[in-house]
Nanobody
Framework: QVQLVESGGGLVQPGGSLRLSCAAT????????MSWYRQAPGKERELVAT????????NHADSVKGRFTISRDNAKNTVYLQMNSLKPEDTAVYYC????????????WGQGTQVTVSS
């Protein structure tokens, strides 16, 4: 049974930090490209960051570059999103996604974790 379980969300003040985790089970984690997306109320879901299946290459959206860092631990089947210098506009539900590196139709999603940045 495929599962992606996010954790680490919560309420944080502007300028603060959070680290999101996404634990994966039920599939060969090292064969999948892992990504974080977010969706704010009334807005479309947007791609935040991606790590290739080996973790050797990462990409971050311009809106988070220099503040957020995606990483993965293939031994622990877990992907992380370190979020620093958080801003109110980072408030959203954050989703973990797994996409097979060679078969795009094999894509899985987590249930999401809420991140709220507010004073």
């Amino acid at each position: 049974q495929v599962q992606l379980v996010e954790s680490g969300g919560g309420l944080v003040q502007p300028g603060g930090s959070l680290r999101l985790s996404c634990a994966a089970t039920g599939f060969s984690f090292s064969l999948y490209v892992m990504s974080w997306y977010r969706q704010a109320p009334g807005k479309e879901r947007e791609l935040v960051a991606t790590a290739t299946n080996s973790g050797g290459s990462t990409n971050h959206a311009d809106s988070v570059k220099g503040r957020f860092t995606i990483s993965r631990d293939n031994a622990k089947n877990t992907v992380y999103l370190q979020m620093n210098s958080l801003k109110p506009e980072d408030t959203a539900v954050y989703y973990c996604s797994a996409r097979h590196s060679r078969k795009d139709y094999l894509t899985y999603w987590g249930q999401g974790t809420q991140v709220t940045v507010s004073s």
